[in-house]
């Protein structure tokens, strides 16, 4: 069984739309993980949520937001699409509850590749 | 902020041992260094996680100088299933958010 998983694999887009990723997780941790992977291999936070509370959310436009329906899930919604925007991202989780104990083991998802015509 | 600095890349040969040395001269006390490994098309997966000292498992050993502020992964006798980037990640139990950015990586090509 897969522990991470994102739909959609691939995404092409046009600029201007608005879409969806989602993560799914299956090893019952608390704390799960949006990052930005670009052209270079930066891997970069995003958001962490734990027990459906945003901890972390690093200086990334408005346009991001997460959601997180229970403590399995944490989709990702993106406005407005631009350029910019074109990356792989990959969701993650770990165990830790109360703050993020961003020192546990990270467990991520095949990473969903965003291209922004 | 306990940034940190790697190799871009490295090349190797079957069954020689690859180090990779990743400095952090401004780890915190309640910082951890942890070292993931991403292949292509696939999200980074944890190898090994260190405080202090050295520390080994079933695929590599960390060693961490008494000062912390560097730190090297150790792979023996690697294969070409070993080629793919290498994170090295150093952050503590309340990072802040550019506290888990894990960087550019090592690129690791093993050679027949």
């Known amino acids: 069984d897969t522990a991470v998983s994102q739909t959609p694999k691939y995404l092409v887009t046009q600029m201007g739309n608005d879409k969806s990723i989602k993560c799914e997780q299956n090893l019952g941790h608390d704390t799960m993980y949006w990052y930005k992977q670009d052209s270079k291999k930066f891997l970069k936070i995003m958001f962490s949520?734990?027990?459906?509370?945003?901890?972390i959310n690093e200086t990334v436009p408005n346009r991001f937001s997460p959601k997180s329906p229970d403590k399995a899930h944490l989709n990702l919604h993106i406005n407005s699409l631009e350029l910019g925007d074109s990356a792989v991202y990959f969701c993650?989780?770990?165990?830790?509850?109360?703050?993020?104990?961003?020192?546990?083991?990270?467990?991520f998802g095949p990473g969903t590749r965003l291209t922004v015509l | 902020l306990a940034k940190t600095t790697q190799p871009i890349s490295m090349d190797s040969y079957e069954g020689q041992e690859v180090n990779i040395t990743c400095s952090h001269n401004?780890?915190?006390?309640?910082?951890?260094i942890t070292w993931y490994q991403q292949f292509p098309s696939q999200g980074p997966r944890f190898i090994i996680q260190g405080y202090k000292t050295k520390v080994t498992n079933e695929v590599a050993s960390l060693f961490i100088p008494a000062d912390r502020k560097s730190s090297t992964l150790s792979l023996p006798r690697v294969s070409l299933s070993d080629t793919a980037v290498y994170y090295c990640l150093v952050a503590g139990a309340k990072a802040a958010g550019n506290k888990l950015t894990f960087g550019g990586g090592t690129r690791v090509l093993v050679k027949p």
């Open positions: 993650a989780s770990s165990r830790g509850g109360g703050r993020v104990s961003s020192y546990n083991e990270q467990f």
């Open positions: 401004n780890i915190a006390t309640n910082d951890y």
């Open positions: 949520y734990n027990n459906k509370e945003l901890i």
